[in-house]
């Protein structure tokens, strides 16, 4: 036992020493199968953060005086003022208060429910993509687990058909699929992990900023018109 894992060792020394001596793609192809899998995993990841970053940016994006405008033109009573400054407004802040303005003249009740309805509906498109994301994150570093078990029974196998004798030369090749794709599973796997809690943390804060906003919006119909 001890001299098969003395073996290993060895083994692995020598995967190591050939690593820095051939370049990335010879050692994108030495991981096998799975290295594309993790490629592919690796580009939706890529994706997936720059789409949502960009929506995520653009939802934030609001007016600070907003609110201010809203409050004057409902007190002057330019209801249609109000909405088209809503429609201008790409925000979904703008389309919840453009939602309760449209139902004016109803129970406050109502109106409270249809903006957070529309509430709803804005962080449900928000979120659109971050399952997948947090999938990669725990998925890919499991691709790689997978790919070392594999490169483990290859690497036995071959031992097996050479008779128990340990060869370095023809061992390496599955310590290679082990070490690689364990390498390839982390390097996508962590950075997926990290923007995925990032962006939820992005649209926490935003959906804060709804919520804030809603409360205003409902204060304006709730207060008396100064004269």
Do not use: H
């Not at 820095?20 to 991981?31: A, I, P, Q, S, T």
């Not at 290859?154 to 008779?163: C, L, V, Y």
């Amino acid at each position: 036992m001890v001299n098969l894992l003395q073996a290993l060792e060895s083994v692995a020394e020598v995967a190591t020493v050939e690593a820095n001596k051939v370049g990335l793609w010879e050692l994108f192809n030495k991981g096998g199968w799975l290295m594309w899998v993790l490629l592919l995993l690796g580009g939706l990841t890529i994706f997936i953060f720059i789409e949502r970053f960009l929506a995520i940016r653009s939802a934030s994006g609001l007016d600070m005086n907003f609110m201010n405008r809203i409050r004057d033109y409902i007190y002057d009573g330019k209801i249609e003022s109000a909405i088209d400054l809503c429609k201008k407004t790409d925000t979904p802040i703008a389309r919840m208060v453009e939602k309760g303005i449209e139902r004016l003249g109803r129970p406050m009740n109502d109106v409270q429910t249809a903006i957070e309805n529309v509430a709803n509906l804005e962080v449900s498109k928000l979120e659109n993509g971050l399952p997948f994301l947090a999938t990669i994150a725990g998925g890919a570093p499991m691709i790689g687990f997978l790919g070392t078990v594999i490169g483990m029974v290859q690497t036995f196998m071959e031992m097996s058909a050479a008779g128990g004798t340990v060869d370095l030369a023809l061992l390496s090749g599955g310590m290679y699929i082990a070490m690689v794709t364990t390498v390839g599973g982390l390097i996508v796997g962590i950075p997926a992990y990290f923007g995925y809690n990032y962006l939820v943390a992005r649209i926490e804060k935003l959906v804060f900023r709804m919520e804030a906003n809603s409360i205003a919006f409902m204060d304006i119909l709730n207060q008396p018109v100064k004269k």
